[in-house]
């Protein structure tokens, strides 16, 4: 596997190639991760991975600076997945001034859930993944984008980007990888003490017990038990920001009867001082 830190570097060992299958990170792998090394790779005639820790979509108050920065430790995974490719730019390559161009996603679906709760986080993500886009697809006829369905939102938000700006760019949304009690694997759970770990499962948890109560019949009081469902996690010294049930195509409120509509709950909820997101489609 090439680890190379320029775009123009990146582009070099691509050239020749036609078709990358690319997943883009923030490094701290997980199997999570590495699983989506491994579906993409079939779909492409090279593999890509580029791990950049993007300031432009954390808050000042977020953890940009503690965010784990474990760059040995993936690269020696990734090659193990079958990576050909890792770009991992510093900040100075891929931002060399204030990135004053931006993306800015429709509102309708970025400045709700996750964007409502974290303000201009789509506007981050969609614009690094965009360049990221430029710096591993420019000039090639097209190729595959891999991230994950734990990142429900954003995967909507980056497929109607594609669409939008006619990207020759496949989607892969890889299911969420969990742990043997249910939790969904992320970077930041390895900011959990051992009790709140044991504790974090509760999360899925919760999201299940949601789905089924809002599938026990045709018009369920979404409101009222999306409420029961973060109370009961506050109960248990959780901070829900929410426990919603949502149309899985555009992230809004589904409309009774709601029998045959692809549903997705989603969830956010600190645990002490770690945010944690989960999701289940049903
Ligand atoms: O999902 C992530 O890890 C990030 O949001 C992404 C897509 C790599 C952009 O920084």
Not at 24 to 30: R, S
Not at 178 to 206: F, H, M, P
Not at 258 to 279: C, F, H, S, W, Y
């Amino acid at each position: 596997m090439h680890i190379v830190h320029t775009i123009a570097e990146l582009r070099a060992h691509l050239a020749g190639f036609e078709r990358p299958a690319f997943v883009p990170t923030m490094g701290n792998l997980h199997d999570g991760h590495i699983a989506l090394v491994k579906q993409a790779k079939p779909l492409g005639d090279v593999t890509v991975s580029s791990i950049f820790v993007n300031r432009l979509q954390f808050a000042p108050n977020e953890d940009f600076d503690s965010y784990p920065r474990t760059l040995d430790a993936d690269a020696q995974r990734l090659e193990e997945a079958g990576c050909n490719v890792l770009f991992a730019p510093r900040e100075k390559e891929l931002y060399p001034e204030p990135q004053t161009y931006k993306v800015h996603p429709a509102t309708d679906l970025s400045d709700i859930l996750e964007g409502h709760f974290r303000p201009g986080f789509f506007i981050g993500v969609s614009t690094v993944v965009l360049k990221l886009f430029s710096c591993v697809f420019a000039g090639m006829p097209g190729g595959v984008a891999a991230f994950g369905k734990k990142d429900y939102q954003q995967v909507l938000v980056v497929r109607r980007m594609i669409a939008q700006f006619a990207l020759p760019i496949e989607v892969l949304a890889g299911e969420t990888q969990r742990a043997s009690d249910g939790l969904a694997l992320s970077s930041r759970n390895s900011y959990l003490s051992q009790a709140e770990r044991e504790e974090a499962a509760q999360l899925s948890i919760a999201l299940r017990a949601l789905s089924q109560a809002a599938r026990a019949s045709d018009s369920p009081d979404l409101p009222a038990l999306e409420a029961q469902a973060m109370q009961a996690l506050a109960r248990r010294g959780w901070k829900p920001d929410y426990l919603t049930v949502r149309r899985r195509t555009d992230l809004l409120a589904p409309q009774a009867p709601m029998a045959q509509e692809p549903l997705v709950v989603l969830g956010a909820a600190k645990l002490g001082n770690t945010r944690l997101i989960d999701n289940l489609e049903f």
